[in-house]
């Protein structure tokens, strides 16, 4: 049987991280980098190599997020995932109820698991925005409007700098310094959602650059944020302030600390680091294939459709 939105899966996408910790005591690991379900996408064919056969407890956290808590061996310990994924050419939301069909849920009408979703946390500080929030805010209309124009104004008013990142600053923190990474964009929007009593998590995954050249080709984990109106999650994305296509979801929670691809306990480190996220043309690339961007298809304004999949449902 024909997967019922087979014919709109019509780009291939290959995602991926190798990934190098040395462990110079007893340490343990836990490793989050293998993607969710996804709305559009499936995902075809993954493998994932956890060092040289080392022990692996898998559980699913409270997040929903798919995590593997492993044992270090002394010395060098090699990880790598690697998955080629079916994609629907959609741009973030398309497809989704609009959000404008009424007010958004009120407190006392949300599904209690969310509530958490609207707090303070260690990096979302929101508590400590809420008076910006509504002085910048507070006079746009609630719920998708709002989460845009806080999308707008961060994108044109905090600079994206690479090699900026600083895991101690929280949301609050950037905004007095004027300039971060995605990560910092991506607590910001969720703090400031928050303020207003809007759940909002958030988010990891791969994005590649599907209809949007990036000159300088860089390829890492992305950061974003998700905003639940009338019932679904929406994706907001201040970095770019742009829908986007391919947008594939590893991680989420209340801040970077549920969304991290790895946290070490004990005595390690991360020594190498590497990520990728392109589309392919189909069956042209197998997971553990070596790296090979001259089969690149995105990274340009051409957005290339292939026949769709007939997947399995």
Not at 182 to 198: E, I, M, Q, S, Y
Not at 250 to 258: H, K, L, R, T, Y
Request: aromatic share 12%.
């Amino acid at each position: 049987m024909q997967h019922p939105d087979a014919q709109t899966f019509d780009m291939t996408l290959r995602v991926g991280c190798s990934l190098a910790y040395h462990a110079t005591g007893p340490a343990s690991l836990l490793l989050n980098v293998q993607p969710w379900a996804g709305r559009n996408y499936q995902i075809v064919y993954q493998d994932i190599t956890l060092g040289d056969h080392l022990a692996s407890q898998p559980f699913t956290d409270t997040h929903g997020n798919y995590v593997h808590r492993i044992p270090l061996a002394p010395g060098d310990n090699f990880f790598r995932h690697d998955a080629i994924l079916a994609v629907r050419s959609l741009r973030d939301n398309e497809g989704l109820a609009t959000p404008n069909d009424g007010p958004p849920e009120t407190p006392a009408q949300l599904p209690a698991e969310l509530l958490r979703y609207t707090l303070p946390s260690r990096y979302a500080d929101s508590d400590k925005l809420a008076d910006f929030a509504w002085d910048k805010f507070g006079q746009v209309p609630h719920g998708h409007a709002r989460v845009q124009a806080i999308s707008h104004w961060l994108h044109h008013n905090l600079e994206y700098r690479y090699f900026s990142g600083d895991p101690e600053l929280s949301a609050f923190d950037i905004l007095q310094r004027g300039y971060g990474v995605c990560r910092d964009f991506a607590h910001l929007a969720v703090a400031l959602n928050r303020t207003f009593n809007l759940p909002t998590r958030y988010v990891t995954g791969h994005l590649p650059d599907i209809g949007f050249p990036d000159p300088d080709n860089h390829m890492d984990f992305h950061a974003y944020a998700e905003v639940y109106l009338n019932g679904r999650w929406h994706t907001t994305d201040p970095r770019f302030h742009t829908p986007r296509i391919g947008r594939i979801k590893i991680a989420c929670g209340q801040d970077a600390v549920d969304g991290a691809f790895s946290t070490i306990f004990g005595g390690a480190t991360l020594t190498y680091f590497q990520v990728w996220a392109y589309q392919v043309p189909r069956n042209t690339v197998a997971v553990g294939d070596p790296l090979d961007l001259s089969q690149r298809l995105d990274n340009q304004t051409t957005i290339h459709r292939e026949t769709p999949y007939a997947l399995a449902p």
